[in-house]
């Protein structure tokens, strides 16, 4: 029962790939070790190939080399001989196979049409979601959901080995004692922050900004955001929250020195609107971009920032704030979707090459003491794919007679760096931070 190939054009299916990478783990078995990481069974159309590889998966380790005698006797053995194609089919796997020197070119055809595949499953599926009237919005979210997934599926993992491994190793500490001193991420614009996360924000890594409300973790997320794109970083913020109106007023209040209350009365000095239009003319000049968008999932939070990467340049986002990603899921409690969401933006920022720094709110046992990785909303989860995490302490009630607070800035995890806690100035008028005196 041999497979024959569907001529029907579009529909993506390669036989001839599919019996060529299976003839030839026949002839090289050491090359199952490889192969078993970057292609799996669910990725062949032909039913027949599918057991096939499986069956061969399961004698990887077992066997110290695979031949059609042992592999026909497995299938036998469970049952699967006649489902595989019979004893006939098995045997002719070689027939056109002289070496396995060409298997990753069998593996990228293979995978190539199972994307495709996928693809095109996918636009029937969009298709028929239309036709039954959905919510064009729960369509997209699926929709970017299962591209993500076909797109995770159809990269290879890079296996290197130690030599190769080592070699770029020292190549980039030596590059490290050379250049001794110069920052090793994107500058966060303060001294002391800088110092404690080893030169600012890595690229490729998660970074969790948590605070009771009215703290300033806002205030912090857009003091970073200036002094990033001051530093020549093209920089995005994500905003959930707040209006565009309302950050441009924060942005200038902080640049400025002039209070935000001012800006919106209008009632100003002289010299608070000279320092006004020095600011705005200031910040009009900077990298920075700021997207507004209320009430929408993760999927769509990850597009945004591909987006701002890909057309723009950006190279730091910051996403105000977790709490407020919407999941669309009733039945999964809210740390198992907190998981989710931090999974999806650490994938991001390592696809992207980029610093996400997510902000998120912490709980009421925040409210007095010094907070810690247990006040985060769905700690566990969200620990787990952070690679650091900074906590921001302090008085939440203004005092008119001190407009300067005290705020302990505290790095509970860092996943290269150590941990510790430092004191900075919060300005509360201008919702402005400065290194302490």
Same mark, same amino acid.
């Given at each position: ?60 380790? @077992? ?98 080995? *130690? ?10 500490? @030596? ?38 409300? *009215? ?23 994500? *905003? ?14 902080? *640049? ?22 020095k600011a705005s003319d200031y910040l009009a ?10 009430g929408i999932g993760i999927s769509e939070v990850?597009?945004? !920032? ?7 340049? !950006? ?8 709490g407020l990603i919407r999941s669309g899921r ?23 090459? !980029? ?67 430092? @004191? ?14």
């Amino acid at each position: 029962m041999e497979a024959k190939t569907i001529q029907t054009s579009g529909d993506f299916i390669d036989r001839d790939a599919e019996k060529a990478f299976l003839g030839a783990l026949l002839l090289d078995w050491n090359a199952m070790g490889e192969a078993s990481s970057k292609i799996h069974p669910e990725d062949f159309f032909y039913g027949c190939n599918k057991l096939i590889y499986a069956t061969m998966q399961s004698l990887y380790g @077992k066997v110290p080399q695979l031949d059609l005698v042992i592999l026909v006797d497995e299938l036998r053995k469970q049952n699967l001989l006649d489902q595989a194609g019979g004893a006939a089919y098995v045997a002719c796997l070689t027939d056109q196979v002289p070496s396995s020197k060409n298997i990753n070119h069998y593996i990228k055809n293979i995978k190539e049409c199972k994307a495709n595949r996928d693809v095109k499953d996918i636009s029937g599926e969009i298709s028929e979601s239309l036709a039954s009237k959905i919510p064009t919005k729960d369509i997209i979210e699926q929709a970017k959901k299962r591209l993500n997934d076909i797109e995770a599926n159809s990269s290879e993992v890079q296996i290197i080995s *130690s030599s190769e491994l080592l070699c770029e190793a020292n190549e980039r500490i @030596k590059y490290n004692i050379e250049t001794q001193g110069e920052p090793r991420g994107i500058s966060t614009g303060f001294d002391r922050f800088d110092g404690m996360l080893g030169g600012g924000f890595r690229r490729k890594h998660l970074i969790i900004l948590g605070a009771r409300p *009215s703290i300033g973790k806002t205030a912090m997320a857009l003091n970073l955001l200036e002094n990033s794109a001051a530093k020549g970083y093209k920089s995005g913020f994500v *905003s959930l929250e707040m209006t565009t109106e309302e950050l441009s007023n924060r942005l200038i209040s902080q *640049s400025s020195g002039v209070p935000a209350d001012k800006l919106i009365s209008g009632f100003m000095s002289d010299s608070q609107i000279e320092r006004w239009a020095k600011a705005s003319d200031y910040l009009a000049k900077l990298p920075l971009f700021i997207a507004e968008k209320h009430g929408i999932g993760i999927s769509e939070v990850c597009g945004i !920032i591909r987006s701002m990467v890909f057309k723009l340049g !950006i190279e730091i986002v910051y996403i105000d704030y977790l709490g407020l990603i919407r999941s669309g899921r009733t039945n999964m409690p809210q740390w198992q979707e907190f998981g989710l969401f931090t999974e999806a933006l650490r994938d991001t920022a390592i696809a992207l090459n !980029i610093p996400v720094v997510l902000l998120c709110q912490l709980n009421r046992g925040a409210e007095d003491e010094e907070p810690s990785l247990a006040n985060i909303k769905g700690s566990g989860e969200i620990e787990q794919h952070a690679d650091e995490v900074i906590l921001l302490h302090g008085k939440r009630e203004f005092d008119p007679t001190n407009p300067i607070a005290e705020r302990t800035i505290i790095i509970s995890k860092q996943r290269n760096g150590i941990t510790g806690r430092f @004191k900075m100035d919060y300005v509360c008028a201008l919702t402005k931070f400065k290194d302490a005196a």
